[in-house]
């Protein structure tokens, strides 16, 4: 069985502080790829960013970066100088051999001018 | 290139009644997907496609659910005797998958409330 655990529910920053929001999966697939996705209030997912499991490689998207770690099966998420356009739900989620995939309960991100 | 569309964005129902929802996915995706989202909650898959024939289904489509791809290109989720229960969001997704690892572009959703 595939689980995501986003343990953090809601974080609140003023504007031009760093978050870094955490993601905890379980997977018993030696293959797997993980995705981060945003949900604004206007409530379409948007896709952000994919990882193989074979590729630990750390990921840096103007204020995106990504840190992936097998060792502790955490693939977590920090904007830098967060903007209050980055308010939203962040959703982490699991892939494994299958196509679906299994989604964290997300974390909910404010950011106050 | 449009994305993802879904129809209709919003739908009201009286408990008992049958509702259809329709889902288009990106032209030149062979793969698509229902999820579906209860407030506060994440994404739960429902069932996917490859081209018309579907391939998975999860233990959350009772009998009263039916999704089809009749022809490998838009989708149907109809719900039977629709219950307060089945009030949630309802996203399609669609992706370009040959086995590999292309990510899910989701759809604006449907969102559902049974009175």
């Known amino acids: 069985a595939q689980k995501v655990t986003q343990a953090q529910t809601e974080i609140s920053v003023v504007e031009k502080e760093d978050v870094t929001l955490d993601c905890v999966y379980e997977t018993r697939d030696t293959t797997y790829y993980l995705f981060w996705y945003k949900q604004p209030p206007s409530g379409e997912l948007v896709f952000l960013i994919r990882r193989n499991s074979f590729d630990e490689q750390n990921e840096i998207s103007g204020r995106y970066s990504w840190n992936f770690q097998k060792s502790t099966s955490s693939f977590n998420f920090t904007i830098t100088a967060s903007q209050v356009v980055d308010s939203a739900v962040y959703f982490c989620?699991?892939?494994?051999?299958?196509?679906?995939?299994?989604f964290g309960k997300g974390i909910t991100l404010s950011v106050r001018p | 290139d449009t994305g993802v569309s879904q129809n209709p964005r919003h739908k009201i129902t009286k408990r008992g009644q049958n509702v259809t929802f329709r889902c288009d996915p990106i032209?030149?995706?062979?793969?698509l997907y229902w999820y579906r989202q209860t407030l506060g909650q994440g994404p739960e898959f429902l069932t996917y496609?490859?081209?018309?024939?579907?391939?998975?289904k999860s233990r959350l489509l009772s009998d009263r659910f039916s999704a089809e791809r009749p022809k490998g290109s838009f989708s149907t989720l109809e719900i039977q005797r629709t219950e307060q229960g089945d009030s949630a969001m309802y996203l399609c997704?669609?992706?370009?998958?040959?086995?590999?690892?292309?990510?899910?572009?989701f759809g604006p959703g449907t969102r559902l409330t049974v009175t």
């Open positions: 496609f490859q081209n018309e024939a579907q391939l998975e």
């Open positions: 989620a699991l892939r494994g051999a299958n196509s679906k995939l299994t």
């Open positions: 032209s030149e995706h062979n793969r």
């Open positions: 997704a669609s992706s370009l998958d040959s086995g590999g690892s292309y990510e899910q572009y």
